[in-house]
């Protein structure tokens, strides 16, 4: 990683336009994601929908890793609004490939925990991760998330491989 500050932030509505060139970017250079090469499919427009009602929904956040002001990383916990569910976070985080292997994606997972611990009304926290993205399971695991399942060919290569995808969750107490 290229030797510079990295600041947090929770996602402004400024950010748009760079939160939108970031998915695009990050869903051509892994296949471990949902995001593929046709990137996030968002106008400028949807994003800043999406941004402010992250901002004004409870039991959400969206941060961003960002150097010299370009988003590198993300962390999102988004939930459900229905009574129900609304205690349950769903977590996506992603780190662009230049600035992996630096510890960013575990800073990120900590912002999580310590978010979802003093900061939400959240008890629980799931996300899915495929079966072979053992990295990514591993920091998973390290932040206390469990393997509960696994969706057999919950995602598919471009090649048409199917994959499976482990359902992992954690307790927040």
Known sequence: ?????????????????????????????????????????????????????????????????????????????????????????????VVDKDYQGYGLGQLLMAEAMDWAKNDSQLRRLELTVQKRNLVAIHLYQKYGFIIEGTKQRGAKTKNGEFLDVYLMGKLID
Do not use: C, W
């Not at 510079?4 to 336009?17: L, N, Q, Y």
């Not at 569910?85 to 769903?90: K, Y």
């Open 1 to 93: 990683m290229p030797a510079v500050e990295i600041d947090f932030s929770v996602a402004e509505i400024t950010d748009g336009p760079s939160l939108i060139a970031f998915l695009n970017s990050v869903g051509k250079q892994t296949d471990y994601m949902t995001l593929d090469e046709t990137g996030i499919k968002m106008s400028l427009s949807e994003m800043t929908t999406f941004i402010e009602e992250s901002q004004a929904a409870q039991n959400r956040l969206y941060l961003l890793a960002k150097a010299n002001q370009d988003v590198v990383g993300l962390l999102n916990i988004s939930n459900d609004s229905h009574d129900r569910v609304a205690h349950i976070g769903e977590l996506f985080i």
